[in-house]
C-alpha cells in the first residue's frame, strides 16, 4: 500500500516561490528585450527635478520646454525649441576637444538642417567607470545606445542597464555626498560622483540607484551633460503634440529620415517619404494609441493634399495616389491627428463666424459665462492673454515670423480655432485648479491648520524587509510634505541609525537624514517642518542626536519659545523656514513646562477679569503615578496604546528620555494619552498621536468622540497607519481630518487612494504650502481661551448643507498603453467618476445621475465613496476617445470643503470573441481633486499614473459646473438654537462695539506700535477667504465663501 507523499517543509514551499518569481522576473526582462528598442521614443511622465543638479550646459540655461512650451512669454520661443533641437547646448562645451561626435539618431546632411544631441563617440564605443554598491566597487565599462537611449555596463545582464527615458536625477558632487559617505568613499572622489537615480518598469517602477566615480573630470563633464541634454531632448520630442508650431513635424521626419538613411545606403532624396507602415510604426512609438483604421483614414486624406514644388518637379502629379507621404502631406497628417472635433462643436456654438475666428467680445463672454472668471479683476490681463493667442493665429508657414498684436489691434485681430484650442490646453491660463496670486499669509495658530504628514518616511516600500533611504525625504519634501517621521535607533558604532526596527530593513545615518532635510525643507514651501522622532536611543546617543540636530540644522532649528509664558501656539507665518520637533520631553522638563503653562493662563485670566474670579485650579501635585510624563517615558508610536474603553493593554518596553533631546520639543511635545482632563491635556504645545484602529475604536462611542473634536479644536493631534500594514497601505484620511485632526500621517511611498486624497487636500492655490485653514466648524475663536466653550460653539455651527455638481466628461488625450501590452492590442477605455466625503456613514445624504451607476448596495464603494459613476466604454481608441458623458452629483454634509471627486481611466478587456468582459478591467490613469479647489468650466485635468508620476501627454477633458451651497435645516431645534445664538453674538458685538467707541473718544487715539484691530481681522477674513486667485482663473462667485 503507497503511502502518503509527506507535505513539502515550509521552506522549501517558500524556496519554490522565491524562484518562480525570479524565473518569471527574468523571462519578463527578456521578453522586453527584442522589441524594447523600438517601442520607446521618448519619457512618458513628467521628470520632477530635485535642483540638486546643474541645469547650464555651455554657461546657459536649458529650456524647460514641452509641458509648458506653449505658456511661454518669450517671443522667440521657437527659436529657443530649434536652438535646444540643434545640439547648440548639448555638450559641445566641454574643456577639450572631442575626436569625434555623434547625434541622436544621425539626423540630416547639412549642418542646418541638423537636429538632436551631440553625443561623443567615446560614449557610445564606451568609457571605463568605477562601479560603487553596497558589497564592493568594480571597474565596468559604460556604454550609451543612442538609438534606444539606454545606458548598460554589463550585455550579459538585463538588470545591468537603464533607459534615460525612466531616469529620475543626476547628482553630482555635495548633492550626492550622502551617498559617497553611506558607502564609506574616499571624500576626495567626491568631485567625480555620479549618482544615477531611475524607475524600473520591470518592478513597478521601483526607484533604483547607479552610484559611480568617473576617472577623469573630463568624462564626468561629458557622461553628465550628455544624459541632461538627452533626456531634456527626448522629453520635447514625446510632448511634440501639444506644441505650437512645426518643429515637432520637422524633427520627428528628419531622425525617421535619418534611420532610413542608416539601413540603405542607396537612399536618394526622392525616396524621402513614409508608407503606411512606417507611419504607423512612427504612431506606436509616440504613444499615439488608435485603431488602425483611424490611422488609416488621416494617412488617407493627407496623402489626398496638395504636393509640393519637389513633387512636382520629380514629375509626381498632384494627388497622386503614390501609396507614400511626403514631408507636406506628413505636415498635414500630423495636423490632422492635432484636430479636436469636440472643441470644433464647442467652437461654432461660441463663435460668429468660425472662418474669421473668436473676437475679443467672444472670448470674453466664454471666460465669464462658461469658465467662470471674473475678467472685470483684471480686463487689462484678460485682453493681453487674448492677444497673445491671437499671436500665435497670425502664423502661417515656416518663413513667416510670428507676430503680437498690440492692445490698439484689439477690435481688429482674431483667434483661430487652433488657436483656442491651445488656450484651453494651458497649464498657465486654463488651469484645472485655483491658483493662489500674490503672498499667501498662514497668520493663525499652528493647530488651525490641516498638515501634510509622512509615516515612516525612510522606508522606499513595505514594513518588513524593506529599504531605508535619505530619498524617503527627499521625495516627500519636494512634494510639499510639511511633517516626516525619524525613527531613531542606536548604531553600532555611536553614532544614531534611522531603520524600521526589529523589521530586516536596512538603516541609514541619523546624520545623512538631517542633512538631507537641512537642504530640501523649504524648496517646495515656506513654512516650518515638523520631524516627528520615535526615540529608542539610549540615553547617550540621544544626546548625540540632540547635538546633530544643533550642529546639522543650526538656526533654523527652534530650540526655544518666541515668546515666554505664551499659551497659543505661533503661527506658520512666524515659523517660516523653520524646523520644529516633535518629541517627548523628559519628567523634569514635563513638569516644569507644564507648572509654567498653568502659570500663565492664571496670570492671563486674572489680568483681563480681575481678583481671583478668573483664576483656575493649580494643577495637582506631581506625583509617581500622576505626573504629566511617567517616570520612564514610552517613546515608540503607541502613546495612545489605551484601547480608550477602560481596559489597558501591556506595557512596551519604555525608554527614557534625555533632557537636552527633550528640551528641542519646544512647540510640539509629545504626550502619552491617558485622559483629556489631565493638567497635561490643557498644555498648549502637547500632542498626541493615535494608532488608526485606537483612534476608530475611540470614536464608536460619540461622547469620546466629541472630546476628541473639543481637543483638536485647539491643540495638536496625530493618526498614523496601523502596525498590521506591512504593505504599506494606508487609510481614508477624511474621516480624521472631520474630526480636526492637524496631521494625518500617511505612507507616501504608496500611491493608494488615501495619499491620492492627501495630495487633493493640498493641491490647490495656497494649500499647496502643505497647511490647510480647518473648515470653521472645526476651529476656536481667538477671542475666547476656553477649549470646551469653543467646542460648543462650534458644535451647534455645524450644520448640514447640500452640495451639488454636474460633471460632463468630453474626451482624453493620448491615453498611455497599459503595461504588457502588445502594440497591436487595442485600448477600450471608460471614466469612473467616485465623490468622497466626510458624512459617508447613510446613503440618503448622496444622490447622482447619468452614467453607469457603479455604487454598491449600501452606497459605498471603496474607500468610504459614497457615489461611483461611469461612462460607457469606448473600443478601440486610446488616442482621442469621445465620451461626451454627462453626470450629477448631490451630497449632504457638514464639511464641505471635504468633499473630493476622483477621475480613474480604465481599459476594459475583451474576450476571445473580441467582446468586452465586464469584470476584467486595467487601470491606466487618474486624478484626484477637492472639489471647492476644481476650477469651472472646460478644463483638461492632468493624469498620473499608479506610481503616482505625471504623465507628459495625458490629459482628461472635462466640464465642471458647481452649484451654490443650500443650507439644509433637517433640525428645527438646532437651527433654532444656532439662530438664538447668532442673535445673541450680534447683540453683544455690537454693545462692544459701543463701548470702545465711547473709550476712544474718551482716551484719545493711541499708537502703541501694534497692528490696528481692523488690520488683524482683515488678515484673518482675507485668510478665511479660500478663493483669492488670479484675474484669468478666478470665478465670479464662490461655492464656498
Known sequence: MPTAAEPPSPKASLMRRVSQKAANKLRRRASSTSNDPEERSGPVVVRHRSGSTNSKINGE???????????????????????????????????????????????????????????????????????????????????????????????????????????????????????????????????????????????????????????????????????????????????????????????????????????????????????????????????INCSKSFIKERFERAKRSKGDKHREKNGEKNGEDTGHLDFTQFRRFVKLLKEREEIYDLWKDLVSDTEKGMNWKEFHAFLQDHQKVNINADSEFVNKVFLKYCGRSTQNGDNKKKHRPGIEELDVVCMTREAFVDFLLSPSYNPPLLTATGKTSHTRPLNEYFISSSHNTYLMGRQVRGESSVEGYIRVLQRGCRCVEIDCWDGDDGRPIVTHGHTGTTEVLLADVITAIGKYAFTASPYPVILSLEVHCSLEQQVTMAELFKSIL????????????????????????????????????????????????????????????????????????????????????????????????????????????????????????????????????????????????????????????????????????????????????????????????????????????????????????????????????????????????????????????????????????????????????????????????SKDGFNGKGGIDMSKSKGLSGLGAPQKRRSRVVRDDGFHPIFKENMSFTVKTKFEELVFVRFSIWNQHLGDDKTLKGDEKTLMASYTAKLCSLQQGYRHLPLYDVQGEQYLFSTLFVHIQVNPVVLIDDDPLRATAASTLDSIKHTAKSVLSRGKSIRKRKDGPKNDGRIPESASASASASEDNRSGVGPVISPTSSAYS
Not at 509648458?68 to 547648440?88: C, F, I, R, S, Y
Not at 564606451?126 to 539606454?150: E, H, P, W, Y
Not at 528628419?254 to 507611419?279: C, G, H, I
Open 554 to 841: 543650526g538656526d533654523v532649528l527652534v530650540t526655544e519659545p518666541f515668546i515666554t509664558n505664551a499659551f497659543v501656539l505661533p503661527s506658520p507665518e512666524e515659523l517660516k523656514n523653520r524646523i520644529l520637533i516633535k518629541v517627548k520631553g523628559s519628567k523634569r522638563l514635563d513638569e516644569s513646562t507644564l507648572t509654567n503653562d498653568f502659570n500663565a493662563m492664571d496670570k492671563k485670566l486674572s489680568g483681563s477679569e480681575g481678583g481671583n474670579g478668573g483664576k483656575i485650579a493649580a494643577p495637582p501635585a506631581f506625583v509617581k503615578g500622576q505626573s504629566s510624563s511617567s517616570a520612564v517615558s514610552t517613546t515608540s508610536e503607541s502613546e495612545s496604546s489605551s484601547s480608550g474603553d477602560g481596559k489597558k493593554k501591556s506595557k512596551k518596553p519604555a525608554t527614557k528620555i534625555a533632557p537636552e533631546l527633550g528640551a528641542l520639543g519646544v512647540y510640539v511635545r509629545g504626550q502619552k494619552f491617558r485622559n483629556f482632563a489631565l493638567p497635561e491635556s490643557k498644555s498648549f504645545n502637547h500632542i498626541f498621536s493615535f494608532q488608526e484602529k485606537t483612534f476608530l475604536k475611540f470614536c464608536k462611542e460619540s461622547e469620546k468622540k466629541a472630546q476628541i473634536e473639543k481637543h483638536n479644536v485647539r491643540y495638536l493631534m496625530r493618526v498614523y497607519p496601523s502596525g498590521f500594514r506591512v504593505n504599506s497601505s494606508n487609510f481614508d484620511p477624511i474621516g480624521f481630518w472631520r474630526c480636526g485632526v492637524q496631521m494625518v500621517a500617511l505612507n507616501w511611498q504608496t500611491y493608494d487612494l488615501g495619499v491620492q486624497l492627501n495630495d487633493a487636500m493640498f493641491a490647490a492655490g495656497h494649500d499647496d504650502s502643505g497647511y490647510v485653514l480647518k473648515p470653521k466648524a472645526l476651529r476656536g475663536s481667538r477671542t475666547t481661551f476656553d477649549p470646551p466653550a469653543d467646542a460648543a460653539t462650534v458644535r451647534v455651527k455645524k450644520v448640514r448643507k447640500e452640495v451639488s455638481f454636474d460633471i460632463q466628461i468630453v474626451s482624453a488625450q493620448q491615453l498611455p498603453r497599459p503595461k504588457d501590452y502588445r502594440t497591436d492590442d487595442g485600448i477600450n477605455p471608460f471614466v469612473e467618476v467616485e465623490v468622497f466625503t466626510a458624512d459617508d456613514k
Open 61 to 287: 540655461n536649458v529650456p524647460r520646454l514641452g509641458i509648458k512650451h506653449h505658456d511661454q512669454d518669450d517671443e522667440d520661443e521657437e527659436h529657443a525649441w530649434e536652438h535646444q533641437l540643434d545640439g547648440a547646448n548639448g555638450v559641445a562645451g566641454l574643456d577639450g576637444a572631442h575626436s569625434a561626435t555623434s547625434r541622436i539618431r544621425h539626423p540630416a546632411s547639412t549642418p542646418d538642417d541638423t537636429v538632436g544631441i551631440i553625443v561623443p563617440d567615446d560614449l557610445i564605443r564606451g568609457t571605463a567607470m568605477t562601479r560603487v554598491t553596497r558589497k564592493k566597487k568594480t571597474q565596468r565599462v559604460f556604454k550609451l545606445d543612442i538609438n534606444s537611449a539606454r545606458v548598460s555596463w554589463d550585455p550579459s545582464k538585463p538588470t545591468s542597464r537603464f533607459n534615460i527615458d525612466d531616469m529620475k536625477d543626476v547628482r553630482t558632487g555635495a548633492n550626492a555626498r550622502n551617498y559617497r559617505e553611506e558607502l564609506q568613499v574616499s571624500k576626495d572622489l567626491e568631485p567625480r560622483w555620479i549618482t544615477i537615480t531611475y524607475m524600473d518598469p520591470e518592478e513597478k517602477g521601483k526607484l533604483k540607484f547607479l552610484h559611480v566615480v568617473a576617472p577623469t573630470d573630463y568624462l564626468f563633464e561629458m557622461w553628465t551633460k550628455t544624459l541632461e541634454a538627452i533626456h531634456t531632448y527626448r522629453t520635447e520630442m514625446m510632448a511634440g503634440l501639444a506644441m505650437q508650431g512645426e518643429k515637432f513635424v520637422d524633427a520627428h521626419w528628419k531622425n525617421y529620415m535619418a534611420k532610413k538613411k542608416q539601413e540603405s545606403v542607396t537612399l536618394n532624396p526622392v525616396e524621402e517619404r513614409l508608407s503606411f507602415e512606417d507611419v504607423e510604426r512612427l504612431c506606436r512609438r509616440l504613444h
